[in-house]
């Protein structure tokens, strides 16, 4: 899509509150914990491909020593989202920039800040975004207030800062600074489509591949494990030797937790090994988005991957 094209279609949600695709509106955050199974060793000096989404993935890649980075996306505003959220680092303070982009129970439950994508702070940052970015949330904020942009253009699937900051290595108060001092430096690819077309669009390989939830959409594979296999076979083919993709992020559950028959079928892990036979997977928990919430180490989400 191109940038008039963007332009129109966010005006177009900005106006009618409508979409036309489940994944057009923006993650203001991850959902995931990332800091639970990002590894240093399967990142560092490493090629590294993953979906935008909320821009989280490649931050936290980039802040573990990633050599590059490159973002894959159906969403057609992940590109100017990235961008910003790389502008309000080099420019503000931790807590200015949580206030800045945090909306649902910040400053505390049950909240909505009135001051998220504040437009006098983005007048401030907007000097560090490139010149499609900066058309495009100047645009935005020269039409609409900041709340209305906020509400409509975002999802409100957040959680509260205190959590969010706890899935990100990247928002710990010492990497944070570390990360203010040397992010001008990075520069990500980016590749507008979707998991069953970016095969087609990938020109080089990969050390390591992340693909968040992907896994839990499984409607244009008219839910069928065995085409989502295929499709990963074919991106398997851009992985470079002894790398490793993350296929599926599976919330709440652990090795011993028992799928219910209406449960994305990702969950049902004795039909996804009997699926990925001749693949060499690998199941592993770490504490989840509930164990954070309530500090409890007993409850696991989980990431199945797969190395070539």
Known sequence: MTLNESKKYANYICNVGNILEHFDRLYPFTTENISGYFKEEEIKNRSILTVGSSGDQAINAFLMGAKEVTIFDINPFTKYFFDLKKAAIINLE?????????????????????????????????????????EFWSYLFNVFKSKHIRQRLFIDDEYPYRIVSKLNNYLDEKNYYILKGIIKEFNPT????????????????????????ISHYLKDYQYSLYLFRDNLLKLKQFMSDDSIMYFAYLYDMNEKTKAHYY???????????????????????????HGIFHDEENFKDSVLSLRK
């Open 190 to 213: 980016f590749i507008e489509s979707d998991l069953l077309s970016i095969p087609s669009k990938l020109t080089k390989k990969y050390d390591t591949i992340y693909l968040s939830n």
């Open 263 to 289: 449960w994305d079928p990702i969950h049902h892990l004795n039909y996804v090994r009997s699926v990925f036979e001749n693949e060499k997977i690998k199941f592993e928990s770490f504490k989840g988005i």
């Open 94 to 134: 931790l807590d200015e920039f949580l206030k800045f982009f945090c909306y649902c129970h910040y400053p505390k439950t049950f909240y909505k800040n009135p001051t998220s994508l504040d437009s006098s702070v983005f007048s401030t940052i907007s000097k560090d975004l490139n010149i499609e970015s900066l």
